[in-house]
């Protein structure tokens, strides 16, 4: 492809691509980028920005310098050329999600085929001796018996496995979510609908998984994220347009009707709320293996729902340093293959993060969380009776309290907003740079929401965290995340730019 830049302006940034390189090797990050970003300014101010059709954006002309100081780098050139050879070797799986089990029932390579019999007139003719088995270790044994907490968790309810292993569970459902010419009523009816599939006190599992795949092809677009018809927005908006139309029986962790998708949905942000890394997949030693049993009294049925961050793990490799129990039958050992499926999980799960971040902060603009205006007269309104009496019976009412669950309405604020400020205040100092793009979700929904109530003493209190983000959106390597940041940043300082004009 034809270079945009002249000899001369080559010549000038090939002289800066030292500087550059030393900086990209250092430990200083974001440092290399930094650089490239001022130099990108000093091309500007010596060459503008163009004239006639080739003028161009100034924020275009720092991103075209930033990625050929990134491209024609020698770590540039190495990484792509390291790419290539990986991705020529080896298959990177795909439709991997947060949910998906080691094991696809599809795979025939993977399934363990049933015995079978030779018809052989003579059976002991074409017996084979056998041949004794060294006696498993103790490290083998425990293993074998206790399941691994993560993966119980996972098998226990897949109600919230949405968009992370490439289909769609509640299609129709979530199809009626995208779908902004469909009255509220009709979106009520298909929730309900949905909700026969779900554990009795949980009803709602259905509905929140359709909601999350369907701001998941939302968010994968990119597109009109500071509009005021902000398609996320909407989405969250025409979700609580429907919860007054539920109907009565729906119950969700003992709240029923309109309430009970407002607690759904509030238990899953609070879920999603935090990053949580992944876990380590190293055998136990026999050593500091405890070979207790998991309480069964400690469980409830809240643990039917899992959280939007566990994973399965992957067959593992012992550890170097100690002993450890040698893999069981039938288990291969630790390959590339797991690791670059334990990458692709990590990956798909960062994703999904980032999703739940987007919907918590939509939530919090539309009303459904936190204390904004309109939410009480959601709360404290009565479901719709949907042909029952008025005045029920003792066994109309016992039917509404589904399988004598009492039924409590949600207080207006349950701390939800208290939550997003905190996770605002606090994501930006984390490692992972998904934890910091899922802070400004959060930081810039706090700040609409304080302008519009009229919260006083707004740009004080938000302008050092916002500032605290720009810093880090320098160090952000990820060219998506680095994108969904810079749109996000933009949307802060709109919102403090209009409290301040007030």
Not at 434 to 453: F, H, I, N, P, Q
Not at 485 to 496: C, T, V
Request: aromatic share 6%; with cysteine.
């Amino acid at each position: 492809m034809k270079s945009k830049h002249t000899e001369e302006q080559l010549a000038w940034l090939r002289s800066h691509l030292p500087e550059y390189e030393n900086r990209a090797t250092a430990a200083v990050r974001g440092d290399a980028k930094g650089f490239a970003l001022k130099c990108a300014e000093e091309y500007i101010a010596k060459w503008g920005l163009g004239t006639g059709p080739d003028e161009e954006k100034e924020s275009q002309v720092k991103e075209r310098i930033y990625t050929w100081f990134k491209n024609t780098s020698a770590r540039g050139k190495e990484a792509r050329r390291k790419h290539a050879q990986f991705k020529s070797e080896r298959d990177v799986p795909t439709n991997v999600g947060a949910y998906t089990g080691m094991f696809d029932p599809s795979d025939d390579s993977k399934k363990t085929e049933s015995p079978t019999f030779p018809s052989n007139p003579n059976p002991h003719a074409s017996l084979k001796p056998i041949v004794p088995r060294d006696p498993p270790t103790l490290a083998t044994t425990n293993l074998a018996l206790v399941p691994s907490p993560l993966t119980s968790r996972v098998q226990e309810s897949p109600l919230y496995s949405a968009a992370g292993n490439g289909t769609t569970p509640y299609p129709l459902l979530t199809d009626a979510f995208l779908a902004p010419s469909l009255p509220p009523s009709s979106l009520a009816a298909q929730i309900t609908n949905a909700a026969g599939s779900a554990p009795y006190y949980a009803c709602m599992a259905p509905a929140i998984s359709a909601l999350f795949s369907a701001a998941a092809s939302i968010h994968s677009q990119l597109q009109n994220m500071n509009a005021p018809q902000d398609p996320m927005i909407e989405l969250l908006r025409r979700f609580k347009l429907a919860l007054p139309h539920l109907s009565p029986t729906i119950n969700h962790y003992g709240t029923a009707g309109p309430q009970a998708g407002v607690r759904a949905l509030r238990v899953q942000l609070r879920k999603n709320a935090t990053w949580i890394s992944s876990p380590s997949y190293n055998y136990p030693s026999a050593s500091s293996y405890s070979p207790s049993l998991p309480n069964a009294s400690s469980h409830s049925p809240n643990s039917a729902v899992t959280h939007s961050h566990s994973m399965p793990p992957p067959p593992t490799s012992p550890s170097a340093n100690t002993p450890t129990a040698t893999p069981r039958r039938g288990e291969a050992p630790f390959t590339i293959q797991d690791q670059m499926y334990r990458t692709a999980i990590d990956r798909q799960r960062k994703k999904e993060h980032l999703v739940w971040a987007a919907i918590h902060g939509a939530a919090l603009e539309v009303g459904l969380i936190g204390s904004a205006a309109g939410q009480a007269s959601l709360l404290n309104s009565q479901p719709p009776m949907s042909g029952l009496d008025p005045n029920p019976t003792i066994s109309q009412q016992t039917q509404i309290q589904t399988n004598m669950v009492e039924h409590h309405v949600v207080e207006p604020d349950d701390g939800s907003s208290k939550l997003a400020e905190a996770v605002a205040r606090d994501a930006i100092w984390e490692q992972e740079e998904v934890e910091w793009v899922a802070g400004a979700y959060l930081l810039r929904a706090v700040t609409r929401t304080k302008r519009r109530s009229g919260a006083p003493n707004l740009n004080e209190e938000w302008e050092p965290v916002l500032q605290t983000y720009e810093g880090r959106w320098k160090e952000i390597r990820d060219d998506v995340r680095e994108q969904i940041m810079e749109n996000l940043l933009i949307g802060i300082k709109q919102a403090l730019d209009q409290n301040s004009s007030i």
